[in-house]
Nanobody
Framework: QVQLVESGGGLVQAGDSLRLSCAASGDTTCISSMGWYRQGPGKERDLVATITSGGSTDYADFVKGRFTISRDNAKNTVNLQMNSLKPEDTAIYYC????????WGQGTQVTVSS
């Protein structure tokens, strides 16, 4: 099993920045892709960004140019730098790791006020 713990959420104003971090523990060998997803109020969970063990990244169109995902394979961490935040970025952000199956963190709340 893989355990994921997110941190870094909070309440910010539009235009501000936040950095989310996720630490993986447990059976972390052979984790392939790690990423961030988000679920806004009354919405489905959407992909935000993913990164492979080799460093290849993929971003949702709505965050391209504003968010940057990074990963430290040695520390089993994945980070999401979020700049130019908008009220529509308000959501619970979930860390995800792919190892045989999909593993999820408990989520961290990001609230952006206008």
């Amino acid at each position: 099993q893989v355990q994921l713990v997110e941190s870094g959420g909070g309440l910010v104003q539009a235009g501000d920045s936040l950095r989310l971090s996720c630490a993986a523990s447990g059976d972390t060998t052979c984790i392939s892709s790690m990423g961030w997803y988000r679920q806004g109020p009354g919405k489905e969970r959407d992909l935000v960004a993913t990164i492979t063990s080799g460093g290849s990244t993929d971003y949702a169109d709505f965050v391209k140019g504003r968010f940057t995902i990074s990963r430290d394979n040695a520390k089993n961490t994945v980070n999401l730098q979020m700049n130019s935040l908008k009220p529509e970025d308000t959501a619970i952000y979930y860390c995800n790791a792919q190892r045989i199956q999909s593993h999820w963190g408990q989520g961290t709340q990001v609230t952006v006020s206008s």
